[in-house]
């Protein structure tokens, strides 16, 4: 059985809600699966338009074959997507029609795997979980390290189907990060997470700007250039002080490039977030770009809202960690984060800033709903609903055009700062 490191914190068990057969991501195929398919007459059970409920599994709409070659990846094929978006095998029940008539060995692997993702790095295989997923959000279910030995079987099949080279990790870029340095970084960022107070209650916003500070320290010109000994012991030992001092940083405060930088990123997710529910294809598209443009002005402060998006509505919205039910939620997510380290095929501090631009923006999101609800206290559930609407970005591919842009205006450790200096609904 290969050994993998995995979140011992982390909960899963499918409840079949079907959130992910309705995503914009590919399900990927290797051409052993589409030609086991095509010889079980798959093409029955695949529908271009949403089935009736009650649609038996050979309810056929059209011809079209169900697989397609994904560009740029030779010998790996995707499931076209219904009109909808949703995976044309995806009966009205939320069940899958592959499984249902072949079972469920013979799921594509991408689908048997998922909310799980493998990742090749220096030292042990990492698996992680995707909070793509309400369950993975929600923590429920059977601890991740019970379902090892079935993780390590699926590892064996991915890594022959979808071979990757192993990767090395950098702090920065063009700085290589020893996998025991990792794992000191790691150690020392979740011993700040979870810092209590003398109440014994966590400051999230407090502890993240901890976290900010000691990013910032290690990434320092004259830090970065010790040999990677002596960074190595530079972590351990001012990592471990600052972990443990009741001292706390120099107050900072978010650039106003920073600021600006932020209102960039929620523009971000909120025109992938478009692009995915838009039913335009093909041609130019006209009406989609024309939604983006107002998108991109109110984004900014400078249009009104665009359909189910008012910014506004999220002025006046009490800070949501407020409550203790959010509070917990967004430890989770942050602490998840920071197990995760070293797998985002980005630099660390990438990665980081990153995880906390995209909670950054559901929390935005999440004072958003709660405003245009009436309310004035953000709630676990509307948390959790604005997790899920920025995290489908965390599927975009590092080394993409739309993933570049996404770092970049994750705009660093601002994304740290603005979580712990200013209350995020205040910058929309």
Not at 201 to 209: E, H, K, M, S
Not at 232 to 237: G, K, Q
Not at 324 to 347: F, K, M, Q, S, W
Request: with cysteine; charged share 25%; net charge positive.
């Amino acid at each position: 059985m290969v050994a993998l490191r995995h979140d011992a914190e982390q909960r899963f068990t499918c409840r079949q809600c079907g959130r992910c057969c309705r995503r914009g991501w590919d399900i990927a195929l290797t051409a052993a699966e589409v030609e086991g398919y095509r010889k079980a007459g798959a093409e029955r059970w695949y529908t271009r338009r949403e089935p009736d409920e009650g649609a038996g599994a050979d309810a056929r709409t059209d011809t079209v074959d169900p697989f397609e070659p994904i560009p740029g990846h030779p010998g790996h094929f995707r499931i076209r997507k219904r009109e909808d978006g949703a995976c044309g095998f995806l009966s009205a029940e939320n069940r899958c029609r592959i499984h249902e008539r072949l079972g469920g060995a013979r799921k594509p692997l991408t689908c048997r795997l998922f909310p799980f993702r493998f990742h090749p790095v220096e030292g042990k295989a990492i698996v992680s979980a995707s909070f793509c997923c309400p369950t993975v959000v929600a923590n429920e279910g059977q601890p991740v390290a019970a379902q090892l030995r079935a993780l390590s079987a699926l590892h064996g099949e991915w890594a022959r189907a979808f071979p990757e080279p192993k990767r090395a990790v950098e702090l920065v870029s063009g700085h290589p990060l020893a996998p025991a340095t990792l794992a000191t970084l790691r150690e020392v960022l979740r011993a700040m997470l979870d810092r209590t107070g003398p109440d014994g209650r966590r400051d999230l916003r407090a502890n993240v700007a901890r976290m900010a500070a000691l990013l910032d320290d290690v990434t320092r010109h004259r830090v970065l250039k010790l040999d990677p000994a002596r960074f190595a012991e530079y972590v351990e030992l001012t990592g471990r002080y600052a972990a443990g001092s009741d001292r706390p940083p120099a107050p900072a405060r978010p650039s106003a490039v920073g600021r600006l930088l932020f209102r960039g990123f929620l523009f971000a997710v909120l025109a992938a977030r478009e692009q995915l529910r838009s039913r335009e294809t093909s041609g130019l598209r006209l009406g989609l770009r024309a939604r983006l443009a107002r998108l991109l002005a109110h984004a900014h402060g400078l249009g009104p809202g665009v359909g189910d998006v008012d910014l506004r509505a999220a002025r006046g919205v009490a800070p949501a960690l407020d409550d203790p039910a959010v509070e917990t939620l967004v430890h989770h997510y942050l602490r998840a984060a920071i197990e995760d380290l070293g797998t985002g095929r980005r630099p660390v501090v990438e990665e980081v800033a990153l995880s906390v631009a995209l909670l950054d923006a559901a929390l935005a999101f999440a004072a958003m709903r709660t405003g245009q609800a009436g309310a004035r206290a953000v709630d676990a559930a509307t948390m959790a609903d604005g997790l899920l609407e920025t995290m489908d970005l965390t599927h975009l591919e590092p080394e993409g055009g739309y993933g570049r842009v996404l770092a970049a205006l994750a705009g660093g450790l601002d994304a740290l700062l603005l979580f712990s200096r200013t209350g995020v609904a205040a910058e929309v």
